[in-house]
């Protein structure tokens, strides 16, 4: 059972804004100073497009917008495009040299 | 352009061992953490195991602790995971995946590789 949990699905219409979270539901992750996110379309490796909570990988559209307020982090996608459409993760350090992801959000475009 | 490319996987029986591959190029392996990551089709993510730039810092999932080992060839750009005494569980996509750090501070993967499928299965 993850550590961090996060809503089973998602979706929201183009153009409009919609909200992923991510929850630490156990004291067995590390600092969650360090959260990262996901994309992972169907087929596909996901690719990393937030870290260290809000900060954005070259090439990633400031359309993804990633935030924290204590125990729970939050993905943000703004102006959804068809292409938005896939599975995203959270994913955390859980101290002692591990790492957790949760458990994947399918985000669908109406 | 940073590649990954596993090889590696394929059928084992339960009991039995396998031995995974990494092999790095366009960037500065060793000055990398590096990751395994597995994903059952059609299922989520799962941390497997991570170690640092110089081996100094290792971390194994519980869920295979005490069977699998994850190591690095810095010279050749390899990374590496052992598989031992392997369940029909361990049965799953395995990504090979590079760290922002150095450390095992951030655990943020920045480039995966395409996975290689391991199936344990008697």
């Known amino acids: 059972q993850s550590a961090l949990t996060q809503p089973p699905s998602a979706s929201g219409s183009p153009g409009q804004s919609v909200t992923i979270s991510c929850t630490r539901t156990?004291?067995?992750?590390?600092?969650?100073?360090?959260v990262s996110w996901y994309q992972q379309h169907p087929g596909k490796a996901p690719k990393l497009i937030i870290y260290e909570v809000r900060k954005r990988p070259s090439g990633v559209p400031d359309r993804f917008f990633g935030s924290k307020f204590d125990n729970t982090a939050s993905l943000t996608i703004s102006g959804l495009q068809a292409e938005d459409e896939a599975d995203y993760y959270c994913?955390?350090?859980?101290?002692?040299?591990?790492?957790?992801f949760g458990g994947g959000t399918k985000l669908t475009v109406l | 352009e940073v590649y990954l490319v596993e090889s590696g996987g394929g059928l084992a029986q339960p009991g039995r061992s396998l031995r995974l591959s990494c092999a790095a190029s366009g960037f500065f392996f060793d000055d990398y953490a590096m990751h395994w990551v597995r994903q059952i089709p059609g299922k989520g993510l799962e941390w497997v195991s991570s170690?640092?730039?110089?081996?100094?810092?290792?971390g194994h999932a519980d869920s295979v602790k005490g069977r699998f080992s994850i190591s690095r060839d810095n010279a050749k750009k390899s990374l590496f995971l052992q598989m031992n005494s392997l369940r029909p569980e361990d049965t799953a996509l395995y990504y090979c995946?590079?760290?922002?750090?150095?450390?095992?501070?951030?655990?943020?993967?920045?480039?995966w590789g395409q996975g290689v499928l391991v199936t344990v299965s008697s």
């Open positions: 995946a590079k760290d922002i750090g150095s450390t095992l501070l951030y655990n943020a993967f920045d480039s």
């Open positions: 170690i640092n730039w110089d081996s100094s810092e290792i």
């Open positions: 994913g955390s350090d859980a101290g002692k040299n591990r790492g957790v």
């Open positions: 156990s004291g067995d992750v590390g600092s969650f100073d360090f």
